[in-house]
């Protein structure tokens, strides 16, 4: 296929096209996948801004969401950068590149493979602190400091690597400038045509690649299912015919559910798409549109899940403005608006009657700090989950300074604070028992659900 019949082909070997699509189509899978681009670098810099500007580098979650937001930043810039950076002798409309700068591209886009790690530590994170009950200071001397060099090493293994073998070339039927492919690409199906960069080790790193993406995307999907089933059996467990479960556990149980699969869904979405490019129909259009269209946009919606409760509180005690004016507030760092929910938990810590000390006796037990042998809470706690599933109102109150005190993680009960039955959901939550050795065996709960605020 020639160049007068198709923009994107071939121009140093007319038996191979990359890309077969008009100009038209091309360019409109540019644009797409530049609105993608431009939408995860904004979302991806607002995460790194607001962590930044609210000092909240002192908390683990905040931390790997931080290095997740960095990773996807650096890829989604690589990304961005393809069209123009990719090689000018394949016939890409756009591209004024050569070798060098498609290897630059390509190089800066492995930190998707740190993405990835970062993603499946996010998840193994929410499953320790629910199911385990390890408190921060465990975690941050343990699982975190590997999970970081983990991602960071990985990424530079992988690009370090590609730059040794010169495996970074286009991708047949996508175009991108990444480790699996040699240069032509079809040196290695056609014993006429001598393969100029990479040849087989390139497509041996790719696989190796696609292993670990794989590996990571399974684990953080195998955490999060876990996190639910915990939450839902713990609640079911403590729901008996003296307890039966209420409204508010249920809603718990839908909030907790959200708020597991809430980050795992954005990477899932991100990370299928990629395998749209393995349809090798060059002919056919949609599969690429639909991988512009999701695979970069991950830090979008990571912005989304990790600013919308502060955002949804400043609108609501601020209904007569725009959501842009909101947004604004949260990336000041500003405090979140008071409402009536602070009054409500302040009355939880400091009760003025006895049902309400009884429900505080609870509560305190919860925020005890772990067990130094074991390094777990022997009674439930709260978690560092971070929320999904919008809370209704409330600021920093004392139950999460308690807790930030306590060593426990410093999330605060959104749906049981916004309930009337405190006495029954805590001794739900806490279980009949009061011997320490069954509430020791009992699997933490998620005690809270929504963003981790200031």
């Given at each position: 296929m020639s160049n007068e019949t198709t923009s994107t082909g071939s121009a140093a070997d007319d038996q191979f096209v990359y890309l077969s699509l008009s100009r038209s189509q091309y360019t409109a899978s540019v644009i797409v996948a530049e609105t993608s681009c431009a939408l995860s670098i904004l979302g991806s810099l607002s995460i790194i801004y607001i962590v930044i500007v609210n000092r909240k580098l002192d908390q683990i979650y905040h931390r790997i969401v931080m290095g997740l937001s960095i990773m996807d930043l650096i890829m989604t810039t690589a990304t961005a950068s393809m069209p123009f950076a990719n090689r000018s002798d394949i016939g890409l409309f756009f591209a004024v590149g050569n070798a060098q700068s498609c290897t630059a591209a390509g190089f800066f886009y492995q930190a998707w493979v740190g993405s990835a790690i970062y993603n499946a530590t996010l998840s193994i994170y929410f499953l320790l602190t629910v199911k385990h009950g390890l408190q921060e200071q465990r975690i941050s001397k343990t699982m975190e400091p590997y999970c970081h060099v983990l991602a960071i090493s990985a990424t530079l293994l992988f690009g370090i690597t590609g730059l040794a073998i010169q495996g970074f070339n286009p991708l047949p039927y996508i175009g991108t400038c990444d480790i699996g492919s040699p240069f032509p690409g079809n040196c290695l199906d056609d014993e006429n045509v001598e393969c100029e960069r990479g040849g087989i080790s390139s497509f041996i790193l790719g696989l190796l690649q696609i292993t670990v993406l794989v590996i990571a995307a399974l684990s953080g999907i195998w955490a999060t299912i876990r996190v639910y089933l915990t939450v839902r059996q713990q609640l079911l467990r403590n729901s008996s015919a003296h307890n039966p479960i209420s409204e508010t556990q249920l809603k718990r149980i839908q909030a907790v559910r959200n708020q597991a699969i809430c980050y795992t869904s954005a990477f899932a979405v991100s990370f299928f798409s990629a395998f749209f490019g393995l349809y090798e129909d060059p002919t056919i259009v949609w599969p690429l549109i639909l991988l512009y269209i999701f695979f970069p946009i991950q830090g979008f919606w990571n912005a989304m899940i990790y600013t919308r409760p502060r955002l949804l509180r400043w609108k609501d005690a601020n209904p007569d403005r725009s959501w842009f004016w909101a947004y604004r507030q949260v990336l000041s760092g500003k405090p979140a608006p008071t409402t009536r929910r602070t009054?409500?938990?302040?009355?939880?810590?400091?009760?003025?009657?006895?049902?309400?000390?009884?429900?505080?006796?609870?509560?305190?037990?919860?925020?005890?700090?772990?067990?130094?042998?074991?390094?777990?809470?022997?009674?439930?706690?709260?978690?560092?989950?971070?929320?999904?599933?919008?809370?209704?109102?409330?600021?920093?109150?004392?139950?999460?300074?308690?807790?930030?005190?306590?060593?426990?993680?410093?999330?605060?009960?959104?749906?049981?604070?916004?309930?009337?039955?405190?006495?029954?959901?805590?001794?739900?939550?806490?279980?009949?028992?009061?011997?320490?050795?069954?509430?020791?065996?009992?699997?933490p709960l998620v005690n809270s659900v929504g963003e981790q605020v200031d």
């Open positions: 009054a409500h938990l302040q009355n939880t810590v400091q009760p003025t009657s006895s049902t309400n000390q009884k429900s505080t006796r609870v509560l305190n037990s919860s925020l005890q700090p772990n067990d130094e042998s074991t390094g777990t809470n022997p009674g439930p706690q709260g978690t560092n989950l971070s929320g999904c599933e919008p809370p209704e109102d409330g600021d920093e109150n004392e139950i999460s300074r308690a807790q930030r005190t306590s060593g426990a993680p410093s999330f605060y009960d959104e749906e049981a604070s916004s309930s009337s039955s405190n006495d029954n959901d805590a001794m739900a939550l806490s279980g009949s028992s009061n011997n320490h050795e069954e509430r020791k065996s009992s699997y």
